[in-house]
């Protein structure tokens, strides 16, 4: 499994939106989070004197994810030594520059001290969670940062040696707020990020933002609104250079996710740490979800996984075809019933390229109903 995700819960505050597995500490336990994830790996046989550095059966390490949680948190000798464990057991040392080592940082966290530790450390690529430039927005988020950190952290990763950067922006937010979305895109391209990711504000259970709707004290963004700022984003982004390879994700120079393109094209990852996920192409696996559990478990030397699902042919077929829909790969033209295809086009939601169909904007908006088509049409990729 050339991927590897791994799950950093901690956080100082639980933002308005998130239902992620989390755990709020003032004190991060860097040293026994370290500990218990160099355990898992002993648990599952990864570090075993008998296997060579980099074995994936003939695969090695390409991508490195360390997500939250917000995994910045964690110090920078914590976080320097976990990297070196991890890559010394995942691939030959030599190869190390070729490993996508990305870490995500809330604008907070990032200083140039930290910055140049991170960097030394092998990180080489930063996911930024800005969110939004309107300090209003941020603090009705319950994000610790201001508007003008995203600006100060860009340009200290820059001045650490960071050139593949990506922004994180949520859009689709309640018309309450009278956030400016036009701005917010406008000063993200200003800081010339490699990457930006766009998400929908979307409601979950049991969040901050589920029970102010519930008590009528916020309302979710209309369908109409969320669409409006999502075509937006396409027209301000292209005019800046930036090119959808997915449908929440953009970049220029060439700067696409590696890590993410991996779970897009159905390829096989594994997880480490509470609440990560791994597959193997048929067996999807998660581990226990709160921090304490998991550690408990793997200390005492139990297996960290909480259940698995084996999917069936039909259902691997199913993720196949939403995934490659997903991206600007898109299907082959002969998975398209030809009366589909004609409607479709004719809408403006797909458009062939060679022998491929892929997604527009406004495909890419309706990509649940798309894909319902073409499974009740009995076909797959």
């Given at each position: 499994?050339?991927?590897l995700y791994?799950?950093?819960?901690f ?10 597995s ?23 046989g ?12 003939g ?10 949680g ?10 320097a030594?976990l990297l070196t ?6 691939r030959?040392?030599s190869?190390r520059n ?5 870490l ?9 001290e ?5 960097r ?12 939004s430039?309107d ?13 003008t ?14 050139d593949?950067i990506s ?15 036009a701005?917010d ?40 609104r ?14 800046c ?6 449908v929440?994700?953009?970049?220029r ?13 159905g ?5 480490l740490?509470?609440?990560?996920h ?12 709160a ?7 793997v200390?005492a ?7 698995e699902?084996v ?17 600007d ?22 458009e062939?390229?060679?022998?491929r ?7 890419w908006?309706?990509?649940?109903a ?12």
């Amino acid at each position: 499994m050339p991927h590897l995700y791994l799950h950093i819960p901690f956080c100082r505050r639980r933002c308005s939106y998130c239902d992620f597995s989390i755990a709020v500490r003032k004190r991060i336990p860097a040293r026994e989070y370290v500990d218990a994830v160099v355990r898992e790996l002993s648990l599952l046989g990864v570090t075993d004197p008998g296997r060579q550095p980099g074995d994936f059966g003939g695969e090695t390490l390409e991508t490195l994810y360390l997500g939250g949680g917000t995994p910045s948190l964690l110090p920078p000798d914590a976080l320097a030594t976990l990297l070196t464990s991890l890559l010394d057991v995942f691939r030959a040392t030599s190869s190390r520059n070729a490993v996508e080592v990305t870490l995500e940082a809330n604008p907070e966290d990032v200083k140039p001290e930290t910055a140049a530790a991170w960097r030394n450390a092998g990180v080489n690529r930063v996911s930024l969670g800005a969110q939004s430039f309107d300090d209003g927005v941020l603090k009705w988020m319950h994000r610790s940062h201001d508007s003008t950190r995203i600006g100060d952290a860009v340009r200290a990763l820059r001045a650490a040696g960071f050139d593949n950067i990506s922004l994180d922006l949520i859009f689709a937010l309640p018309a309450e707020l009278r956030r400016d979305w036009a701005r917010d895109l406008d000063l993200a391209c200003s800081l010339l990020p490699a990457h930006l990711s766009l998400y929908g504000l979307t409601v979950e259970e049991r969040t901050p933002l589920a029970r102010w709707i519930s008590r009528g004290a916020a309302r979710p963004s209309e369908d109409d609104r969320y669409a409006d700022e999502y075509l937006l984003a396409h027209v301000r982004l292209a005019a800046c250079g930036y090119r959808f390879y997915e449908v929440s994700n953009a970049e220029r120079d060439g700067h696409r996710s590696r890590h993410n393109s991996a779970y897009w094209s159905g390829r096989a990852y594994l997880g480490l740490g509470p609440a990560a996920h791994s597959f193997d192409g048929r067996v999807r696996r998660w581990n226990v979800a709160a921090w304490e559990a998991y550690r408990r478990a793997v200390v005492a030397g139990l297996p960290a996984v909480e259940a698995e699902e084996v999917l069936t042919e039909e259902q691997r077929e199913l993720e196949r075809l939403y995934l490659a829909l997903r991206t600007d790969t898109g299907v082959p033209r002969s998975v398209c019933p030809p009366d589909r295809l004609t409607a479709w086009r004719g809408e403006g939601w797909v458009e062939l390229q060679g022998e491929r169909v892929v997604c527009r904007p406004e495909g890419w908006l309706r990509l649940d109903a798309l894909v319902r088509d073409l499974t009740s049409a009995g076909r797959t990729v």
